[in-house]
């Protein structure tokens, strides 16, 4: 039985994860696009609906000249910790505007800043730095 253009596509990505030591890799959306004969809309199909959280995996793309697709492979409870972690990093930042240690403006470029931090730091390494984060907001908030 032919496996369709979706299958193959998410057939090499998942064999690129596999031989990376840190399970990540970085791909141009249109040179696997070629690689494949199809248009790349095709390609982020398959990304967007292969790999998902629910499957697994972070994926996250920059569109543009240099742009790329990085897609991360990490592990059931890693991905329910870090769902935990970025809570309890919410909800600190929502208690902070609360006592009005920090206003609207400032929870909004918090949240963005250890948005894009998080986004671009390893799987294996967040743990570290979500509890660095955590004391860090915890000393602001008391001191």
């Known amino acids: 039985m032919k496996k369709s253009l979706a299958d193959r596509i998410e057939e090499y990505l998942k064999v690129l994860i596999a031989r990376n030591e840190d399970k990540q890799i970085e791909i141009q959306r249109a040179e696997l696009a070629e690689t494949f004969n199809c248009v790349p809309s095709q390609v982020t199909y398959v990304i967007a609906t292969r790999f998902t959280q629910k499957h697994g995996y972070f994926s996250e793309s920059r569109r543009g000249g240099s742009g ?17 972690e970025e809570k309890e990093l919410s909800d600190l930042l929502d208690k902070l ?12 470029l918090l949240d963005f800043i250890l948005n894009h931090i998080l986004k671009n730091i390893p799987a294996e ?12 907001l915890l000393e602001f908030e008391n001191r």
Do not use: P
């Open 97 to 108: 505007l609360e006592n009005r240690l920090i206003n609207a403006r400032e929870k909004e």
């Open 68 to 84: 790329f697709v990085r897609i991360s492979r990490f592990e059931e409870g890693y991905y329910l910790n870090a769902i935990r």
């Open 125 to 136: 390494e967040k743990g570290k730095i979500f509890d660095s984060l955590k004391k860090a």
